[in-house]
């Protein structure tokens, strides 16, 4: 079955950097969008990037964009986030996902995600 377990979340201040791993099994990695979001507390899912199978093509939500970079290693089934200047706002749980559909703005609704790795950005 499908498995995605993320990892490298953690607790940094105000303009610091993280890195987000996920290790993905049960199917073909390289076949699949893959995605990234998060979920603040009292607030609903919400897409923060998305990578094509081949790596090639990237998207970011805007609260993401000049400071997120997404990619993925197909022969290792791994995908990242590369997190920097991070801000209050970010702190959240952090899902890999895959099969996410748009419901509203930025909200999504996926068919498969993992555990989630906690991310807080705080003085």
């Known amino acids: 079955q499908v498995q995605l377990v993320e990892s490298g979340g953690g607790l940094v201040t105000p303009g610091g950097s993280l890195r987000l791993s996920c290790v993905a099994s049960?199917?073909?990695?390289?076949?699949?969008?893959m995605y990234w979001v998060r979920q603040a507390p009292g607030k609903g899912l919400e897409w923060v990037s998305r990578i094509n199978p081949g790596g090639g093509s990237t998207y970011y939500a805007d609260s993401a964009k000049g400071r997120f970079t997404i990619s993925r290693d197909n022969p290792k089934n791994t995908l990242y986030l590369q997190m920097n200047s991070l801000k209050p706002e970010d702190t959240a749980l952090y899902y890999c996902?895959?099969?996410?559909?748009?419901?509203?703005?930025?909200?999504?609704?996926?068919?498969?995600r993992g555990q989630g790795t906690q991310v807080t950005v705080s003085s």
């Open positions: 996902a895959r099969d996410c559909s748009f419901i509203q703005g930025d909200r999504v609704l996926c068919a498969y």
């Open positions: 049960g199917f073909t990695f390289s076949s699949y969008w």
